[in-house]
């Protein structure tokens, strides 16, 4: 059972973690407030969420920038633990995985270090919070986010923003020492020669996860547009994505030009294939954010997330709102305003296909 959506974890971070986080706020001894010229040792908490975790690239660069000979340690959970790795091998970070389903066992590893600044960069689960209590550092700081009473053991808690980019978000923490935000988020790519490849990824992550999905009959006519004009196509996704993959290439009237990368490339190779392709089409999820770091073209699919919250930052990338009026419902991830996803079969085939009929010839 993965960490992301478990169902045991989040039964009791919503029930017992607000009482809990509030006693351990009244016996808290608050720290010292600190700004960069006194800080050199920062932890960085982040748990989950592989797009979350791509923008703390550009918050690393930020503190790289201001405080030279910082020492930062990531502390990630299994399942963004690929991607912190990568960055932390690009920006020379420590990265510490936690094994967050034994909260016990992730204490322990994290009292193993001492910290000037301890970051906690989660939005909403209170077992980042009770972490970040654990965490021995001189200044905790953390999001105040309306309606989920994590805050209460930080030294200082800024509020979270709904109306804001989530990576602006990030740079408020920063703010507390002293530091102003400006870098984007960057990952590491090989300059290569580009191929007539088209990237597409059908399969979006977190919580009810089947509400920010592209209809398989919307994804077939795109994909028969593309390798009708004789691109090929890699499908990507994870493990649990493959039969899906298979199936939906089964459907298309080219298979021979599709490739099924699902469940079988690395967040590394993946990195690697979509710097090498022309294209990527997605819904919001992860891979949307590694593309927009590396600057790739891009039609991204949006239903109940927010382009002005949660949408790909380089400027080749073209956002789709689905034109419901209901759309967008989400904030943190897990407020849909329906059990359907009648926002996503509100962005006809025939929109984005006229958007490719451009960009495509555009390539040629």
């Known amino acids: 059972m993965s960490e992301r959506g478990n169902k045991t974890l989040r039964f009791f971070d919503k029930y017992a973690g607000i009482p809990f986080l509030y006693v351990l706020g009244k016996l808290k001894r608050r720290g010292k407030r600190l700004l960069k010229d006194d800080i050199k040792t920062i932890g960085i908490l982040k748990t989950a969420g592989i797009g979350d975790t791509v923008l703390l690239s550009g918050i690393i660069r930020d503190i790289k920038d201001e405080i030279k000979d910082s020492e930062i340690t990531i502390f990630s959970g299994e399942n963004n633990f690929e991607m912190a790795e990568i960055i932390g091998d690009f920006y020379n970070v420590k990265v510490v995985k936690l094994p967050v389903k034994n909260p ?22 209170r077992l980042e919070a009770f972490l970040t209590f654990s965490a021995k550092a001189r200044m905790k700081i953390g999001f105040n986010t309306s309606g989920q009473y994590r805050h209460f053991i930080y030294d200082v808690s800024i509020p979270h923003r709904s109306d804001v980019h ?5 740079r408020s923490l920063l703010e507390v020492i002293g530091i102003t935000g400006k870098n984007q988020p960057e990952l590491p790519v090989e300059l290569s020669q580009k191929k007539k490849v088209v990237v597409v990824h059908m399969f979006p992550g977190g919580v009810k996860s ?29 493990k649990s994505d493959r039969e899906r993959a298979i199936e939906l290439k089964k459907k298309c009237q080219h298979g021979e030009l599709i490739e099924v990368g699902a469940g079988e490339l ?99």
């Open 104 to 125: 016990a066992k992730a204490v322990k590893r994290i009292k193993d270090f001492r910290f000037d600044v301890f970051i906690d960069f989660g939005q909403w689960s």
């Open 166 to 170: 989530e990576i602006d978000n990030y």
């Open 210 to 238: 089947y509400l920010k999905e592209w209809p398989f009959e919307y994804w077939i006519k795109v994909i028969d547009y593309i390798t009708e004009r004789g691109y090929r196509v890699l499908l990507t996704g994870g």
């Open 266 to 364: 690395s967040l590394k190779d993946v990195i690697k294939r979509l710097s090498e392709s022309i294209l990527l089409i997605t819904v919001n999820t992860g891979i949307m954010h590694i593309a927009s770091a590396i600057g790739l073209n891009m039609i991204a699919l949006h239903g109940p997330t927010s382009i002005k919250r949660w949408g790909p930052l380089n400027k080749n990338a073209i956002s789709i709102q689905s034109p419901l009026s209901c759309s967008p419902c989400l904030n943190l991830g897990f407020e849909y305003g329906c059990n359907e996803n009648k926002c996503m079969r509100a962005i006809g085939p025939e929109y984005v296909i006229s958007l490719l009929d451009n960009l495509l010839n555009s390539w040629k």
